[in-house]
Nanobody, 126 residues
Framework: QVQLVESGGGLVQAGGSLRLSCAAS????????MGWFRQAPGKEREFVAR????????VYAESVKGRFTISRDNAKNTVYLQMNSLKPEDTAVYYC???????????????????WGQGTQVTVSS
């Protein structure tokens, strides 16, 4: 059973920073694309960033490009999301997800992922 556990969320003022972590169970973590998504109240879950298995290919949503950085440490089975210059509109529950290895996809849609963490709340005050 795959488990993804996010941590690092919290309350921060606009302009501040947070670093989210997602620890994954299993011995084949390095085989999978990993992604971060977020969902604000009343809105659909939206793509934030994704990283390929080796960490040398990343994709970001336009809304976070230049402010957020996704990275991974395969030795620790962990993926990170460094969030800088946070804005109130970044407020949401943030989820990490593991890509479906059977898919040939761009991995920017929730349907490209088949395991999800429970989420961590990020609140940015103005």
């Amino acid at each position: 059973q795959v488990q993804l556990v996010e941590s690092g969320g919290g309350l921060v003022q606009a302009g501040g920073s947070l670093r989210l972590s997602c620890a994954a169970s299993g011995r084949t973590f390095s085989s999978y694309v990993m992604g971060w998504f977020r969902q604000a109240p009343g809105k659909e879950r939206e793509f934030v960033a994704r990283i390929n298995w080796s960490g040398d290919s990343t994709v970001y949503a336009e809304s976070v490009k230049g402010r957020f950085t996704i990275s991974r440490d395969n030795a620790k089975n962990t993926v990170y999301l460094q969030m800088n210059s946070l804005k109130p509109e970044d407020t949401a529950v943030y989820y990490c997800a593991r890509g479906d290895i059977m898919k040939v996809a761009d991995f920017i849609h929730p349907s490209d992922y088949n395991y999800w963490g429970q989420g961590t709340q990020v609140t940015v005050s103005s």
